[in-house]
T-cell receptor, first 118, second 111 residues
Framework: DGGITQSPKYLFRKEGQNVTLSCEQNLNHDAMYWYRQDPGQGLRLIYY???????QKGDIAEGYSVSREKKESFPLTVTSAQKNPTAFYLC?????????????????FGPGTRLTVL | QKEVEQDPGPLSVPEGAIVSLNCTYS??????FMWYRQYSRKGPELLMY????GNKEDGRFTAQVDKSSKYISLFIRDSQPSDSATYLC???????????FGEGTQLTVNP
Protein backbone atom coordinates (compact mmCIF):
# COMPACT_ATOMS: atom_id res chain seq x y z
CA ASP A 1 0.00 0.00 0.00
CA GLY A 2 1.43 3.37 -1.03
CA GLY A 3 0.94 6.31 1.24
CA ILE A 4 2.20 8.61 3.94
CA THR A 5 2.60 7.55 7.54
CA GLN A 6 3.03 9.79 10.53
CA SER A 7 3.97 8.75 14.03
CA PRO A 8 3.06 8.94 16.76
CA LYS A 9 -0.65 9.69 16.44
CA TYR A 10 -0.68 11.46 19.81
CA LEU A 11 2.30 13.06 21.52
CA PHE A 12 2.62 14.75 24.86
CA ARG A 13 5.50 17.03 25.69
CA LYS A 14 6.61 18.84 28.78
CA GLU A 15 7.54 22.46 28.45
CA GLY A 16 11.20 22.90 27.56
CA GLN A 17 11.52 19.58 25.74
CA ASN A 18 12.28 19.03 22.08
CA VAL A 19 10.20 16.41 20.28
CA THR A 20 10.52 14.90 16.82
CA LEU A 21 7.55 13.96 14.64
CA SER A 22 8.07 11.29 12.03
CA CYS A 23 6.85 11.40 8.42
CA GLU A 24 7.54 8.65 5.90
CA GLN A 25 6.24 8.21 2.34
CA ASN A 26 6.60 5.37 -0.15
CA LEU A 27 5.04 7.22 -3.08
CA ASN A 28 8.43 8.10 -4.59
CA HIS A 29 7.51 11.78 -4.30
CA ASP A 30 10.20 14.44 -4.53
CA ALA A 31 8.46 17.13 -2.48
CA MET A 32 7.40 16.94 1.15
CA TYR A 33 5.72 19.46 3.47
CA TRP A 34 4.89 20.09 7.11
CA TYR A 35 1.77 21.99 8.13
CA ARG A 36 0.33 23.05 11.42
CA GLN A 37 -3.44 23.16 11.88
CA ASP A 38 -5.14 25.17 14.62
CA PRO A 39 -8.88 25.66 15.00
CA GLY A 40 -10.14 28.44 12.72
CA GLN A 41 -6.77 28.97 11.04
CA GLY A 42 -6.63 26.35 8.33
CA LEU A 43 -3.27 24.86 7.38
CA ARG A 44 -0.13 26.91 7.83
CA LEU A 45 3.12 25.85 6.16
CA ILE A 46 6.06 25.26 8.49
CA TYR A 47 8.76 23.85 6.20
CA TYR A 48 8.91 22.20 2.82
CA UNK A 49 11.47 20.27 0.84
CA UNK A 50 11.56 19.95 -2.93
CA UNK A 51 14.48 17.54 -3.09
CA UNK A 52 16.73 15.50 -0.81
CA UNK A 53 19.20 17.54 1.25
CA UNK A 54 17.32 20.78 0.59
CA UNK A 55 14.46 22.49 2.41
CA GLN A 56 12.90 25.94 2.74
CA LYS A 57 11.12 27.80 5.51
CA GLY A 58 7.40 28.23 5.23
CA ASP A 59 5.29 30.90 6.87
CA ILE A 60 5.75 29.84 10.50
CA ALA A 61 9.19 28.17 10.72
CA GLU A 62 10.31 29.76 13.99
CA GLY A 63 10.79 27.16 16.72
CA TYR A 64 10.87 24.23 14.28
CA SER A 65 13.62 22.37 12.43
CA VAL A 66 13.66 19.70 9.73
CA SER A 67 16.02 17.44 7.82
CA ARG A 68 15.73 15.64 4.50
CA GLU A 69 18.48 13.06 4.36
CA LYS A 70 16.37 10.49 2.51
CA LYS A 71 13.72 10.91 -0.15
CA GLU A 72 11.23 8.91 1.91
CA SER A 73 11.62 10.74 5.21
CA PHE A 74 11.04 14.30 6.41
CA PRO A 75 11.11 14.49 10.24
CA LEU A 76 10.01 17.64 12.05
CA THR A 77 11.52 18.69 15.39
CA VAL A 78 9.47 20.98 17.59
CA THR A 79 12.00 22.77 19.76
CA SER A 80 11.59 24.43 23.14
CA ALA A 81 11.76 27.76 21.29
CA GLN A 82 8.28 27.17 19.88
CA LYS A 83 6.09 29.12 22.29
CA ASN A 84 2.74 27.57 21.51
CA PRO A 85 3.35 24.09 20.10
CA THR A 86 0.02 22.45 20.97
CA ALA A 87 -1.58 21.74 17.56
CA PHE A 88 -2.39 19.13 14.93
CA TYR A 89 0.62 18.55 12.65
CA LEU A 90 0.17 17.30 9.11
CA CYS A 91 2.80 16.00 6.72
CA UNK A 92 2.19 15.92 2.97
CA UNK A 93 4.02 15.00 -0.21
CA UNK A 94 3.65 15.69 -3.92
CA UNK A 95 5.21 14.34 -7.10
CA UNK A 96 7.32 17.37 -7.89
CA UNK A 97 7.45 21.07 -8.29
CA UNK A 98 6.85 23.57 -11.08
CA UNK A 99 6.49 21.02 -13.85
CA UNK A 100 3.29 22.63 -15.08
CA UNK A 101 1.43 19.37 -14.72
CA UNK A 102 -1.84 19.35 -12.83
CA UNK A 103 -1.02 15.96 -11.36
CA UNK A 104 2.11 17.32 -9.74
CA UNK A 105 0.09 19.85 -7.78
CA UNK A 106 -1.82 17.35 -5.67
CA UNK A 107 -0.52 17.03 -2.15
CA UNK A 108 -1.22 13.78 -0.35
CA PHE A 109 -1.58 14.06 3.40
CA GLY A 110 -0.70 11.75 6.24
CA PRO A 111 -3.10 11.06 9.14
CA GLY A 112 -1.52 13.71 11.37
CA THR A 113 0.07 13.90 14.82
CA ARG A 114 -1.69 15.69 17.65
CA LEU A 115 0.90 17.32 19.91
CA THR A 116 -0.07 18.51 23.38
CA VAL A 117 2.23 20.42 25.70
CA LEU A 118 1.60 19.64 29.35
CA GLN B 1 -5.21 40.76 4.73
CA LYS B 2 -5.02 37.01 4.15
CA GLU B 3 -4.33 35.81 0.62
CA VAL B 4 -7.23 33.38 0.81
CA GLU B 5 -10.47 33.99 2.72
CA GLN B 6 -13.00 31.24 3.32
CA ASP B 7 -16.40 31.40 4.97
CA PRO B 8 -15.65 29.76 8.33
CA GLY B 9 -19.09 28.36 9.03
CA PRO B 10 -20.02 26.17 10.72
CA LEU B 11 -22.70 25.21 8.24
CA SER B 12 -25.57 22.86 9.13
CA VAL B 13 -27.99 21.62 6.46
CA PRO B 14 -30.64 18.90 6.13
CA GLU B 15 -29.94 15.80 4.07
CA GLY B 16 -30.63 16.39 0.38
CA ALA B 17 -29.85 20.11 0.48
CA ILE B 18 -27.59 21.88 -2.00
CA VAL B 19 -24.49 23.20 -0.27
CA SER B 20 -22.38 26.11 -1.48
CA LEU B 21 -18.87 26.61 -0.11
CA ASN B 22 -16.88 29.67 -1.12
CA CYS B 23 -13.42 31.23 -1.09
CA THR B 24 -12.07 34.55 -2.26
CA TYR B 25 -8.43 35.36 -2.92
CA SER B 26 -6.22 38.34 -3.63
CA UNK B 27 -3.24 36.83 -5.50
CA UNK B 28 -3.91 37.06 -9.24
CA UNK B 29 -1.03 34.63 -9.87
CA UNK B 30 -3.02 31.68 -8.52
CA UNK B 31 -3.78 29.29 -11.37
CA UNK B 32 -4.56 25.97 -9.68
CA PHE B 33 -7.57 25.73 -7.40
CA MET B 34 -8.36 22.77 -5.19
CA TRP B 35 -10.88 21.59 -2.66
CA TYR B 36 -9.83 19.22 0.11
CA ARG B 37 -12.18 17.34 2.44
CA GLN B 38 -11.06 16.60 5.98
CA TYR B 39 -12.90 14.29 8.31
CA SER B 40 -12.49 14.80 12.02
CA ARG B 41 -8.99 13.92 13.29
CA LYS B 42 -7.86 12.82 9.82
CA GLY B 43 -5.60 14.26 7.14
CA PRO B 44 -7.20 16.19 4.26
CA GLU B 45 -7.89 14.41 0.97
CA LEU B 46 -8.14 16.02 -2.42
CA LEU B 47 -11.73 16.28 -3.61
CA MET B 48 -11.47 18.35 -6.79
CA TYR B 49 -9.03 20.56 -8.61
CA UNK B 50 -9.45 23.07 -11.42
CA UNK B 51 -6.93 24.85 -13.59
CA UNK B 52 -7.71 28.51 -14.31
CA UNK B 53 -11.33 29.59 -14.80
CA GLY B 54 -14.31 27.38 -15.48
CA ASN B 55 -16.43 24.63 -14.04
CA LYS B 56 -15.66 21.03 -13.25
CA GLU B 57 -18.19 18.41 -12.27
CA ASP B 58 -17.63 15.08 -10.54
CA GLY B 59 -20.76 13.26 -9.46
CA ARG B 60 -22.56 15.36 -6.86
CA PHE B 61 -19.70 17.87 -6.67
CA THR B 62 -19.15 20.91 -8.89
CA ALA B 63 -16.19 23.27 -8.61
CA GLN B 64 -16.38 26.75 -10.12
CA VAL B 65 -13.59 29.26 -10.60
CA ASP B 66 -14.17 32.90 -11.55
CA LYS B 67 -10.73 34.46 -11.91
CA SER B 68 -12.13 37.86 -12.87
CA SER B 69 -13.81 38.07 -9.46
CA LYS B 70 -11.11 36.05 -7.65
CA TYR B 71 -13.83 33.76 -6.34
CA ILE B 72 -14.13 29.99 -6.22
CA SER B 73 -17.00 27.77 -5.14
CA LEU B 74 -17.74 24.14 -4.40
CA PHE B 75 -21.32 22.95 -4.78
CA ILE B 76 -22.56 19.71 -3.28
CA ARG B 77 -25.88 18.42 -4.62
CA ASP B 78 -28.11 15.99 -2.74
CA SER B 79 -25.93 16.30 0.34
CA GLN B 80 -25.50 13.21 2.51
CA PRO B 81 -24.58 12.75 6.19
CA SER B 82 -21.30 11.24 4.94
CA ASP B 83 -20.45 14.67 3.48
CA SER B 84 -20.14 16.02 7.02
CA ALA B 85 -16.54 17.22 7.23
CA THR B 86 -14.37 20.32 7.04
CA TYR B 87 -13.80 21.58 3.50
CA LEU B 88 -10.62 23.46 2.71
CA CYS B 89 -9.95 25.46 -0.42
CA UNK B 90 -6.34 25.63 -1.62
CA UNK B 91 -4.61 27.55 -4.38
CA UNK B 92 -1.26 27.52 -6.15
CA UNK B 93 0.70 29.61 -8.60
CA UNK B 94 1.95 27.98 -11.79
CA UNK B 95 5.53 27.67 -10.57
CA UNK B 96 6.69 26.21 -7.29
CA UNK B 97 4.89 23.77 -5.08
CA UNK B 98 3.40 25.78 -2.22
CA UNK B 99 -0.32 25.65 -1.61
CA UNK B 100 -2.14 28.45 0.19
CA PHE B 101 -5.12 27.20 2.17
CA GLY B 102 -8.30 28.84 3.37
CA GLU B 103 -9.36 28.49 7.00
CA GLY B 104 -11.81 25.69 6.25
CA THR B 105 -15.60 25.44 6.51
CA GLN B 106 -17.10 22.85 8.83
CA LEU B 107 -20.18 21.24 7.27
CA THR B 108 -22.74 19.07 9.04
CA VAL B 109 -25.45 17.29 7.04
CA ASN B 110 -28.30 16.19 9.29
CA PRO B 111 -30.27 13.03 8.45
Amino acid sequence: DGGITQSPKYLFRKEGQNVTLSCEQNLNHDAMYWYRQDPGQGLRLIYYSQIVNDFQKGDIAEGYSVSREKKESFPLTVTSAQKNPTAFYLCASSIGTGRGLAISNEQFFGPGTRLTVL
Amino acid sequence: QKEVEQDPGPLSVPEGAIVSLNCTYSNSAFQYFMWYRQYSRKGPELLMYTYSSGNKEDGRFTAQVDKSSKYISLFIRDSQPSDSATYLCAMKETSGSRLTFGEGTQLTVNP
